[in-house]
């Protein structure tokens, strides 16, 4: 079974999602593990119509109260994202575009 430490974060790191996820209008369907300096971890609703104002800085561990399935892709590596059609769907894993 897959725990929070597998991120290799502590469970107040800050990771961003969308206004969506916060509010519990959808799911996290779209989570990315850039590539950047910082190698920042992003948990959106999938919505590809996003602004800047949609954004929310949270910790790991609101994220995983939200939807602790994500547990299940923790070993995503930097420089790839992960796609589901439904929280009950498989993740799909490719590598981000440069």
């Not at 897959?2 to 799911?27: D, G, Q, W």
């Not at 561990?61 to 790839?80: C, F, M, Q, T, W």
């Amino acid at each position: 079974m897959k725990r929070m430490e597998n991120f290799n974060l502590p469970e107040n790191a800050a990771i961003i999602t969308c206004s969506h996820v916060l509010e519990k209008s959808y799911k996290v369907l779209y989570v990315s593990h850039d590539a950047d300096e910082d190698e920042d971890w992003q948990f959106l609703c999938g919505i590809e119509s996003h602004c800047v104002d949609d954004a929310r800085i949270i910790s790991l561990k609101e994220i995983l109260n939200i939807d602790n399935s994500l547990l299940s892709i923790a070993d995503l590596p930097v420089g790839y994202y992960a796609t589901r059609e439904s929280p009950c769907s498989d993740w799909h894993i490719k590598a981000l575009e440069e």
